[in-house]
């Protein structure tokens, strides 16, 4: 009877697919994503969308903060980055919506390595003041570039559309996003696998120390910057293509605080923390809401008293997972995952 877990070697130790189990579960799992759209209306696959767009995001903010320790509180102003620079591309440029959505990504990916730059002499509080500083300089670029910008008016951007076929509703975007999603998901799992990730580790946990094994603060710091804004660049891109209209109101600042809850809650380091973090973070405003409404039918007073209460209980649920659960929901599932395996002989 198994009792225990134990590799051999490092390449088993990483890999995705430990074993026939986890295959057919993630393989039922990806069924349900592909079924889902034809058995869900509207507003459910609306919020599959948005969460689809959020996960993208913490993806990338995870490979920064959780991997690499850099914390940014500027990861809205790349996500908004990448969202004009569609916006114009497709609208002044008229460039397709596929050829956008790369160089939306491309072009936060530089903004990200020009922030990036303070990185390499300052870290911890300081370095959040840098990115903290990015985020109001690029909300005055969205506002006061009303050349390029158009300024609050914001820019109407059209459908994406493949030939004939626009990608103009729920569902059909659906599909769009569940397969950038794969691809992103699926790169960064493999990035933390390779010698770059190795490295972005490594400077998390002592950056001199690194550096004295000859890993290069240098390249490796702004490469993570590079990858983390590409990443939301792209959900930029993709959020206000499928909204069809992109304005500065779409990236203020609770926006970079929402994502660091993401992958806080989530589970620092996990690329799989980024997704239930993400999950968690858009699901639960949406549920407090149905909440909310039912209490106001059966109970109109009650209801009342809880609409004005719901930032609150979402707060402190936060706090909650950051109090009792500080790993983040990541190491939740790890531990169900570990009692299953082991059972009854868990160690």
């Known amino acids: 009877m198994r ?29 349900f994503l592909l079924i889902l759209p034809f058995v869900a209306d509207a507003y459910v696959l609306y ?5 689809g767009f959020a996960i993208i995001g913490a993806v990338g903010l995870n490979i920064l903060t959780g991997f690499t320790g850099q914390i940014s509180l500027g990861h809205a102003a790349f996500v908004g980055v990448g969202g004009y620079t569609a916006a114009i591309l497709i609208t002044r440029f008229d460039f397709s919506f ?56 914001g820019i109407n951007i059209p459908a994406p559309a493949l030939g004939s076929f626009a990608l103009d509703t729920e569902k059909r975007f659906y599909f769009l996003t569940l397969v950038v999603v794969v691809i992103a998901v699926t790169f960064a799992r493999n ?3 390779s010698r770059v990730g190795r490295a972005f580790v490594a400077i998390r946990d002592r950056d001199l120390a690194a550096e004295i094994m000859g890993i290069s603060l240098f390249r490796y710091k702004l490469t993570a910057f590079a990858i983390s804004s590409f990443y939301a660049g792209v959900a930029g891109a993709l959020w206000v293509s499928f ?23 989530g589970g620092l380091g996990s690329v799989l923390g980024s997704i239930f973090g993400a999950v968690f973070m858009i699901l639960t405003p949406e549920v407090l809401n149905v ?57």
């Open 243 to 265: 909204m069809r209209i992109v304005t500065p109101d779409h990236f203020p600042f609770h926006l970079s605080i929402q994502y660091l809850a993401m992958v806080i809650v």
């Open 3 to 31: 009792c225990g877990d134990f590799k051999e070697s490092y390449i088993k130790d990483e890999e995705i697919f430990q074993s026939i189990f986890v295959k057919f579960w993630l393989a039922l799992f990806f069924f």
């Open 191 to 193: 990035l933390i696998r």
């Open 47 to 51: 919020v599959a969308n948005l969460i």
């Open 98 to 153: 596929w050829l956008a959505l790369p160089c939306a990504g491309f072009v936060a990916a530089g903004a990200g390595l020009i922030i990036g730059i303070p990185s390499l002499r300052v870290k911890g509080l300081y370095l959040c003041m840098a990115t903290l500083a990015a985020q109001f300089i690029f909300e005055f670029i969205f506002i006061h570039w009303e050349s390029m910008t158009h300024g609050i008016r």
């Open 291 to 347: 909440l909310s409404a039912a209490l106001s039918k059966i109970a109109p007073a009650i209801g009342q008293l809880f609409i004005p209460m719901k930032a609150v209980v979402f707060g402190a649920l936060i706090v909650f997972f950051l109090i009792f659960e500080p790993l983040g929901l990541a190491e939740i599932w790890r531990r169900i995952k570990a009692f299953f395996l082991l059972w009854p002989f868990s160690y």
